[in-house]
C-alpha cells in the first residue's frame, strides 16, 4: 500500500466513525429507524475495499460495509436516505457497480456468486467481492454459494467478516470449527486468514485474492478476524451477554489507533491533519443529512413504487385509494 | 394455512395469549402461535391465574352489536374496537368477532355472529389479495349466502412489500378505512 493510500484509508476510517456516531445519534432522536454501526470493523471493511477498482469490480454488500459503499461510489446522501426511510433517494447511481445493502443473513451470497459468474461469462474482466459475517458462514446460502463459485469457478473474493458476534451469539457458540477459512477446502479451493484490525495485512491479502480471481484462479475466502466494538444495532443492548473487559481489550486494538500510529510514525498523519480532516468529515455529514431532510417525504405512493413494471389494475386501485386514505379529514 | 397438519392460533388479548399457548403445548399436532409483536407492551389486560386454557376452533365476540360484525384476529381487534367506538357515535352499531383460532375455523361462531345482523367487514394486517380473509368471506358466502343483506369487504394490507416504517399507516389497516368500509357497508 503507498503512503497516499495509507491517508486515503485513515481518511475513511474517520469518515466511517463518525458516520456511525451521527445515524446513532439521528436514531435516538427518531429520525431513523434503525442502525447498524461499523465500529470497530473498519480496517477489514475499508482495507479489503482498497484492493477493488470501482471501475470494473462489484461489491456485495450485507448490512456493515458502508465505507466500501461510499468509497465504490454511493452518494453519503444516497445512505442517510437509506436510513432516513427515502428509498428512492436511497437507490445506488447507475454505473455504481454496487448491489444495495442486504439484511436477511447470507442471501447476498448466491447473488454474488451469479455476478461472479456472469462478469466471467461476459469476459470484459473485473472481480466480485462479497461481504458476509461468520453468522452467515453457518447458513446454507453460504454453503450452496461455496459449491457453485468452486465448480463455476468464479471470480469471486469472499470477504468473511469475522467480528466475534452474530448479535449475542459469540463465535465459539456459532461453529466448533478453528478456522471458517478452512471450509474452503470442502468447496476445491484455498481460504485465508488474516487479522483484521491490520489494514495493510487485509489489504495485502486481498490484493492476492483479486490477482488470483483475474488470472482464472477462482474464488478466494479471507477469514478477516476483527471484533464488533459497537452494538449490533440500535435495537441491542450488548451490556447483556458480553463483559466491560472484554470490550476494554478490543478497545486497546482499536484498527483506527492503529493505522493513526503508523500513519504518524511514517511522517505522513498529524493531530492537525486529523483536527482538519475531521471538520470537512463533520461538514460532508451534515451536508448529507440536510439533503435528505429537504426531500420532499415519500407519501402513499412511494408504497407502489418498484413493484411492477406497470401496476397491474387491482393496485392501481388500490394505489387510488391509498392515496385517498392519505388525505387529511 | 396452506401446511395440512398444523394448527393456527393467534391471540390479541393477554388472556387469550396464556391460554391458547397452554393449549398449544399441550396439543398433540404442531401448532404455529402467531403473536402480535405489534402490540407488546401496548395493550394491558386481566389474565387468569392457574391452569387457564382457551380450546382451540373457539372465537370470541368482544363486543355486541346490531348492524354489522368486523371479523378479525390478532392486532387487527383492537383497530375493529377503535372503529366500532368511532361508529357507535354516528350511531352504528358493531359486533366485533375475534377468532382466536384461523386453524381449525369456528365456522358456527363465524355464521351466528353473521346472522345477527347480515353484514360483514373481514380486517386483517396481511395483504388484501389472498388473504386468509378471502378464505372467510368464502366460507361466510357458502354458508349463510341468505343471510346476507350486502357483500361482504375486506380491510387489509396493500398488495405491495413491506415499506419502511415511516409509511407504514399508508400500508396497514386502519381505524380509518375500517370505518369507511363499515359505513358504507352499513348504508349498502
Known sequence: MSLDQVVEALRLMLLSRAVDDRLIKLQRMGKVGVYGPVHGQEAAVIGSAMALDPQRDWIVPASREHPAMLRHGLPLKNMFATYMGNFDAAAVPDGVRLLPRQQSIGAQLPHAVGLAWAVKLRGTGGVVAVYFGEGASSEGDFHEASNLAGVMRVPLVMLLINNHYAISTP???????AELAARAEGYGFRGFVVDGNDLLAVYATTVDAVNRALAGGGPTPIECRTYRMGFHNTSDNPKEYRDRAEVDAAEQRDPIERLRRYAIREGIWSADQEAAELVEIRSAIDTAQRQVEALPRPGAAAIFEHVYETLPPRLQQQKAEALDDARPN | MQAPGVKIVCPAFPDDAKGLLLEAIRDPDPVLYLEPQRLYRKIRGPVPAGDHTVPFGLSRLVREGEDVVLVAWSAAVHLCLAAAEQLAAE????????????????????????????????????PVTGGFGAEIVATIQQEAFASLDAPIRRVASRDTPYPPGSLEDHFLPSVRRIVAATRATVEY
Open chain 1, 171 to 177: 463465535v465459539h457458540r456459532q461453529t466448533a470449527a
Open chain 2, 91 to 126: 350511531g352504528v352499531s358493531a359486533s366485533v368477532l375475534d377468532l382466536r383460532t384461523l386453524v381449525p375455523l369456528d365456522v358456527a361462531g363465524l355464521i351466528a355472529a353473521v346472522q345477527k345482523s347480515g353484514k360483514v367487514v373481514v380486517v386483517h394486517e396481511a
